[in-house]
């Protein structure tokens, strides 16, 4: 048998080596770009793997508000009178969207006056994580308001967060808090301090239902 390089014309030979040249390229093209293909498919997948997880980490944290400080007394800018304000902070790592104050005490209306404070927050009122907020409960009035009816021979004072605002050892502070003369000779000055309690409702990012149980103190006295 004769060598096939002996039989075929030098022409010819470069001509199949020409083809195989060319075929070995495409060869090698398309395995480039099914290796291309794989990698960006695979890169996607770990993508989409990665979002989900952070997304099912996220919501398992959840927004958690707490009431720090004092209450306090204020007017808000397009309100007509003062509101009873506390500190919020949420101490969670998502925000807490759209806080809502409910009263829980003998007595009280189903809803309060809502302050214009609310109304400076489109589309809601959030409060960020780890970061605190003053917010009003209702009108000082209308909280008052109600208290005095469920409790018709008292009046209140003040509204504090403090237990302790009326042990023996704050009694003169407290007196002297609430502009009224510390009792001389033996006279009897008695005050009062009565809970009242709220809810505040709020959701997460995710749509958990979260609560917030507050109780703030009445200091009254007799009429």
Known sequence: MKNIQNVLSPKERWKITDKISWLSVVISLIALVFSITLSIFGYRSQSRYNDLQNRLLLQQNVPELRCIGSVQSQIWLGDDEPFICVDLENVGTIPALHPIAEANFQGARNSYTQSHQIAFYDPGLIIGPKSNFQFALGPEREIKEDFEKA??????????????????TNTSKAFKELGIPAPQNGELQTL????????????????????????????????
Do not use: C, Q, W
Not at 151 to 168: E, I, M, Q, R, S
């Open 151 to 168: 409790n018709p021979g008292l009046v209140v004072l003040k509204f504090v967060t403090d237990v302790n605002y009326l042990a023996p």
């Open 192 to 223: 009062f301090l009565r809970s009242v309690s709220f809810v505040i409702k709020y959701t997460s990012p995710f749509d958990h239902k979260m609560t917030l149980y507050i109780t703030l103190f009445a200091v009254a006295k007799e009429r």
